[in-house]
């Protein structure tokens, strides 16, 4: 299993449980001081079976063949947070189509690069549709003949 953006750790933890802690789940974060709080928070809970890396999923050396499962929670815009979006917040299109054009390129990439992949996650915490519905669509675009 893979956890492609892993911090702070709360879906690893989860993935761990789901597991019975047992097997192979890859934790992989970018960010150094997410990675070390993801770190913490894995001791804390026990996890055991998590190998974690501080790396970019997108160039990361993984034994792609032998990953089954890939959880992609990719950065997004926070717009679903609890006090983040504000009413009269103004929607930076730009951002939007930056962070949904990567999470497009992230999702291609495990769709590509697994190749026994049976099962992809993708969520994030927005409440945006260039981010979810529109990625989601691309995706089914591209990849509907053959996953």
């Known amino acids: 299993v893979l956890d492609a953006c892993a911090a702070p750790g709360n879906k690893t933890i989860c993935l761990a449980n789901y597991l019975k802690n047992k097997g192979v789940l890859y934790a992989i974060e970018l960010n150094r ?4 709080e993801l770190n913490a928070n894995l001791k804390s809970a026990g ?3 998590a190998h974690t890396l501080n790396d970019d999923f997108l160039t ?4 792609f063949d ?3 499962y890939v959880l992609l929670d990719p950065s997004c815009s926070g717009s679903g947070i609890r006090n983040r979006a504000d009413d009269t917040e103004v929607i930076d ?3 939007l189509e930056r962070l949904s054009a990567l999470q497009t390129r992230m999702i291609t990439h495990v769709l590509t690069k697994f190749s026994k992949v049976k099962r992809v996650t993708y969520s994030t915490c927005s409440i945006y ?3 979810n519905e529109q990625v989601v669509e691309t995706i089914l675009d591209q990849f509907s003949d053959t996953f």
């Open 129 to 131: 549709s260039q981010e």
């Open 60 to 63: 990361v050396t993984l034994p």
């Open 66 to 68: 032998e990953i089954d």
């Open 47 to 49: 996890v055991k079976c």
């Open 93 to 95: 299109e730009e951002r």
């Open 33 to 36: 001081r997410r990675f070390k």
